[in-house]
């Protein structure tokens, strides 16, 4: 199974602040197709997660721009701008290139 | 609007079986595989495996093979879960989602498995 390595556990952040979330796989996500299926999503309490940038760098409908994602191979990011409180919660990365689909350990962003 | 509404809340005994539901309103399941993912109490989200509705192929992550099987209904448009042999370790919340890449999710359903 593809191991996925999300750093770091615990991300202390002012308001207004920016973080940024990386994410490591054992093995490369390119698929074959061309394609990499790397995603990433915010749980917050209580809550289904939300899907935030898939495929490495796309945005989801209605997701501020406050959020990128960037990264290729086994190496990836994802960047929050001018954090707001309603970015607070677990962040997941889940690579779908390969069978079994694989999700990150979580980040947990709160405020210092 | 697409919604995901999944089953009530399930106290299930060791060794028994208990079947979750999650009920897809605005979208056809046939156009979409339906995922399951689990997240432990406290701890992260774990695939399970994908059911294509429209001919009912399923994949499942190697440790749930013998303990999740898939179904889907395309006449209710509502996909199941079948959990077997429960232990306590599969106490867990259990989430369905689709449009990959999981676009859309449901509520989630907790299982406890407890005597």
């Known amino acids: 199974d593809v191991l996925m390595t999300q750093t770091p556990v615990s991300l202390p952040v002012s308001l207004g602040g920016q973080v940024s979330i990386s994410c490591r796989s054992s093995?490369?996500?390119?698929?074959?197709?061309?394609?990499?299926?790397l995603h990433w999503y915010l749980q917050k309490p209580g809550q289904s997660p939300q899907l935030l940038i898939y495929r490495v760098s796309n945005r989801f409908s209605g997701v501020p721009d406050r959020f990128s994602g960037s990264g290729s191979g086994t190496d990836f990011t994802l960047k929050i701008s001018r954090v707001e409180p309603e970015d607070l919660g677990v962040y997941y990365c889940?690579?779908?290139?390969?069978?079994?689909?694989?999700f990150g350990a979580g980040t947990k962003l709160e405020l210092k | 609007e697409v919604q995901l509404q999944q089953s009530g809340a399930e106290l299930g005994k060791p060794g028994t079986s208990v079947k979750l539901s999650c009920k897809v309103s605005?979208?056809?399941?046939?156009?979409?595989?339906m995922h399951w993912v689990n997240q432990r109490p406290g701890k992260g989200l774990e695939w399970i495996g994908r059911i294509d509705p429209a001919n009912g192929n399923t994949i499942y992550a190697e440790k749930f093979k013998s303990k999740a099987t898939l179904t889907a209904d395309t006449s209710s448009n509502t996909a199941y879960m079948q959990l077997s042999q429960l232990k306590s370790d599969d106490t867990a919340i259990y989430f369905c989602?689709?449009?990959?890449?999981?676009?859309?999710w449901g509520q989630g359903t907790l299982v406890t498995v407890s005597s």
């Open positions: 889940l690579q779908s290139t390969h069978f079994p689909y694989t």
């Open positions: 093995q490369s996500l390119v698929h074959s197709d061309g394609n990499t299926y």
């Open positions: 989602a689709m449009k990959h890449p999981f676009a859309y």
């Open positions: 605005g979208y056809n399941i046939r156009n979409t595989y």
